[in-house]
């Protein structure tokens, strides 16, 4: 980015990226890659960011839609360049606290949220007609999972909780349906 500015002799250029979207393979490594590669941009001056992972295509890293993108990019250009009083942050995480241990469930509070508060009713990739389609990927049957400390994986309900600025993830303990046992 420093090179970038530097070639365009423009050491103050916006600039904007797309955070990597859903994709089915390894988990961790896309946290890791958004959290290292591309969100240590915003050390720099000027850098805006957006999301997809809410309008994502399941395992398509690259989903169709670009609008929501584009409308959240321009909305950080001009807080950023033009210094308008504009929400453009995505929700990031503030703190955690364990809700439930007899039902596992945890409680994430999130910061940089809007007035109106986080929403539930944006559906994953494989979830179709009011059921979900555990057949692609096998086993990812939810839009959250939790990790317990033995490294297991188990898929959690989702919920909004409190003031909006939180959500709350229930683990399923049941096995999953044509799978065998959770992931």
Sequence with gaps: ????????????????????????????????????????ALAQPKVGYATNADHGAGCNIHPPPKQYCAQRLAASA???????????????????????????????SLKDVSAAGLRDDQYPYNYLNGAFNCKHPAGKCAWAELQFADGSWVNATLTVAGSGAALTLTADLAPLAGVGAPV
């Design 1 to 40: 980015l420093k090179q970038w500015r530097q070639a365009f002799a423009q050491p103050d250029a916006y600039f904007g990226f797309v955070q990597l979207s859903t994709w089915c393979g390894n988990g961790e490594l896309i946290a890791e890659m958004r959290t290292n590669g591309q969100m240590a």
């Design 78 to 108: 001009m807080a950023l360049v033009y210094g308008r009083d504009i929400a453009w942050r995505s929700p990031t995480f503030k703190s955690q606290w364990l809700t439930s241990a007899s039902r596992p469930s945890l409680t994430v």
